[in-house]
């Protein structure tokens, strides 16, 4: 590690999947690494990652795309759900808004946006530190124990951040949960007239 470079670890997260289903065709953002979605709900999962070496870590199942959530390469309206699974705190604020927009894009009229992810508070120091997120997942089967650990370098992002991107860009909130540091927004494409 060079000596500019420090990690703070928050506590360890629980995120109960369980009880998680998403009818039809779903698009995992940043669905490499663990690929938890692709683990949750197998071959109904399109899992897009613009890094090949992340995707070719992740379990079997879905169908793994290398390709980047702010140029999403599907028609408009093709996807029943999208899942980011702590994918958002790895892009910088300045594109969210357009991954919102391409998400919107894609998802079918009634289709759900489901967000878990970290509150992040505002970046504190050096430009080389990084955040340790540790979780305990647990999925319907099975347990998993990782770290998904990210520059700290970004401006502070938390639940109502979120939330007030996805209203602006025309999602209605399903469901909103605030468990520990993370939380899990599910949002709905309000039907166009
Ligand atoms: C640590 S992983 C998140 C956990 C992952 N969803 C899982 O289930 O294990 C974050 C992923 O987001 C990906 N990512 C970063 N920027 C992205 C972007 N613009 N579009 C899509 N994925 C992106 C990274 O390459 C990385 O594989």
């Given at each position: 590690?060079?000596?500019?470079?420090?990690?703070?670890?928050?506590?360890?997260q629980?995120?109960?999947?369980?009880?998680?289903?998403?009818?039809?065709?779903?698009?995992?953002i940043?669905?490499?690494?663990?690929?938890?979605?692709?683990?949750?709900?197998?071959?109904?999962?399109?899992?897009?990652?613009?890094?090949?070496?992340?995707?070719?870590?992740a379990?079997?199942?879905?169908?793994?795309?290398?390709m980047?959530?702010?140029?999403?390469?599907?028609?408009?309206?093709?996807?029943?759900?999208?899942?980011?699974?702590f994918?958002?705190?790895?892009?910088?604020?300045?594109?969210?808004?357009?991954?919102?927009?391409?998400?919107y894009?894609?998802?079918?009229?009634?289709?759900?946006?489901?967000?878990?992810?970290?509150?992040?508070?505002?970046?504190?120091?050096?430009?080389?530190?990084?955040i340790?997120v540790?979780?305990?997942?647990?999925?319907?089967?099975?347990?998993?124990?990782?770290?998904?650990?990210?520059?700290w370098?970004?401006?502070?992002?938390?639940?109502?951040?979120?939330?007030?991107?996805?209203?602006?860009?025309?999602?209605?909130?399903?469901?909103?949960?605030?468990?520990?540091?993370?939380?899990?927004?599910?949002?709905?494409k309000?039907?166009?007239?």
């Open positions: 590690m060079n000596q500019d470079e420090r990690m703070f670890s928050i506590g360890v629980n995120i109960n999947l369980k009880e998680f289903s998403q009818k039809g065709r779903v698009l995992d940043g669905g490499g690494g663990e690929g938890i979605i692709g683990q949750l709900l197998g071959e109904k999962v399109i899992a897009i990652d613009p890094r090949s070496d992340e995707l070719e870590e379990a079997e199942g879905p169908l793994k795309i290398i980047d959530a702010r140029e999403l390469k599907f028609l408009n309206k093709t996807f029943d759900g999208v899942t980011s699974f994918t958002l705190m790895y892009i910088e604020k300045q594109y969210h808004q357009k991954v919102f927009e391409e998400i894009r894609v998802l079918k009229d009634e289709g759900e946006f489901v967000i878990w992810d970290a509150t992040i508070s505002q970046f504190p120091g050096g430009i080389k530190d990084i340790l540790p979780l305990e997942i647990e999925l319907k089967d099975k347990k998993i124990t990782t770290t998904y650990g990210v520059l370098n970004k401006a502070q992002q938390d639940m109502k951040y979120y939330i007030k991107l996805g209203e602006k860009i025309g999602f209605e909130v399903i469901t909103k949960e605030e468990m520990n540091q993370t939380y899990y927004i599910r949002f709905k309000k039907v166009s007239i």
